[in-house]
């Protein structure tokens, strides 16, 4: 696991690269079928968002305005923290630069898995309930993860890009070319490619099954699966970088006090 995270881009293999894109699918998957269940609404789908900004400026209505922009504030956000964490860690050197932003996607679902029915309460200004932001937020740090992970290889979160390249490779696939061609100019389909999107479709639709199905049948407590998944992959490249950087330490300790104070703050307003 620890060989999922810890090694750049231009180290890691093209099946590591893969596996690592399909456990973050899977996961998404999970999160967004399991958000239609919770808060009514696909919380990846940044273009469907981006297009309700549009109608709810035509139509004059403030509330679908106001819940488009704070799911893409929320995601964007999610997107410059995962940033901010990665370059961080590369100036310090740490292996643990893209699993940091994993850890903090499962200390994040951990108390949304314990405390979802109390946080879809919690108000907030953009007309809709803390866990639309909440999974929104989750979502943007992942996918900047898995982008800046795979060096713009997998997107995990939405999948109209990856079925595009899914589509083209398949279409050279079948493309029948004629006898006589020179090599340069013969259509070849890119089988490696082909097994990565569509291995990210296949691990989005079955996170999918486990999320709706988690959550109709057992409840919030659905997402604590999913965080356990995510620790697994992020634990081992921290706890190295625990055992040799006692400044890693302090910011995790800090991390989690900020978060502490923010949650106990949350329940008692």
Sequence with gaps: MQRLLHLADRHRSASTTRWLGWLLAFNAGAVNAGGILVVG????????????????????RAAMLASALGALLS????AAVTAMVVAWARQH???SGFALPLLLEAALLLPFGLMGAITLNWPTPFAVPATVLLLAFIMGLQNAMGTQASGGRVRSTH??????DLGIE???????????LPPDVVVR???????????????FIVGGLFGAAGFHYIGFL????????????????????????????????????????????????
């Design 41 to 60: 609404m696909y919380t990846s789908h940044m273009t469907g968002f981006a297009s309700q900004v549009a109608d709810g400026l035509v139509l004059g």
């Design 75 to 78: 995601f964007l956000c999610g």
């Design 93 to 95: 050197r740490l292996r």
């Design 159 to 164: 999948m109209t890009g990856n079925i595009t």
């Design 170 to 180: 398949l279409g050279k696939l079948i493309y029948r070319n004629r006898s006589g």
């Design 189 to 203: 389909a890119d089988r490696g490619r082909m097994r990565m999107y569509g291995g990210l479709l296949l691990a």
């Design 222 to 269: 659905w997402v604590l699966p999913m965080a356990a998944l995510l620790l697994t992959l992020a634990l081992p490249p921290v706890l190295h970088d625990l055992r040799q950087r006692n400044h890693l330490h302090t910011v995790l300790v800090r991390v989690l006090e900020r978060l502490g104070q923010w949650f106990r703050l949350r329940r008692h307003s």
